[in-house]
């Protein structure tokens, strides 16, 4: 279980560390909003990962905040965004 | 390892290749709308993976029904967030129009006969996307 704890806690890693290069880089707004989507959805199945390999339930209601409000973000920017913002 | 853990092991790991997956995707693919393909795997699929693992290691019905609340709430939420991105990148000209193989929007924009109720919104305000 050491050996599934390690392979998936670094491939989360890596998922959550392009997300992150592309916030920094992405050449527009919505690549970063769409950026940060992702780092959170990583997150997300990070949380309940780590659930089900330690078997407890301390942070469901994290992952259900979150699965609810991760929409607000991105959809303001989104509806804002003038159409002359380049970056 | 019993077979449960067996399972689990799988499903925790498919989860962690596909939010791998999406982060080589949102780093090799060219514009936003290919980003856009690339990060529904996590968003999804992933989460479905890590919550059938959640259960299937702790199965009781109070986390069985949180389990389905924050599946219903994912399910209903991004699809909107997905939408209103691409509608913004397809209205502030982000998308990479040489890419794409056919664009049926432009094409009904253009079209004279669904134009009607455009002509009142002609002069957009400060603070108010112009409509496509």
Known sequence: MIFVIIIAGAMFAAGALCA???IIR???I???ALAADVLLAIAI?????????TRHTDTLVVMLVLALFAVVGSISIARYMAGQDAS | MSAGEIVVALLILLAGFLS??????IIRFPDVLTRLHAATKPQVLGLVAVLVALVIQVPT???LTTVILVMTFQLLTQPMTA???ARSAYRTDHVRRDLLITDELARDIDDPALA???ESDQEPSEHEMPRA
Request: hydrophobic residues 50%.
């Open chain 2, 83 to 85: 939408h209103m991105i």
């Open chain 1, 45 to 53: 199945c990070a949380l309940g990962a780590e659930m089900a390999l």
């Open chain 1, 30 to 32: 919505l690549d970063r």
């Open chain 2, 20 to 25: 791998l997956a999406a982060g080589v995707g």
């Open chain 1, 26 to 28: 992405g050449p527009s």
């Open chain 1, 20 to 22: 992150v290069y592309r």
């Open chain 2, 116 to 118: 009607i109720g455009r």
């Open chain 2, 61 to 63: 019905w109070g986390v």
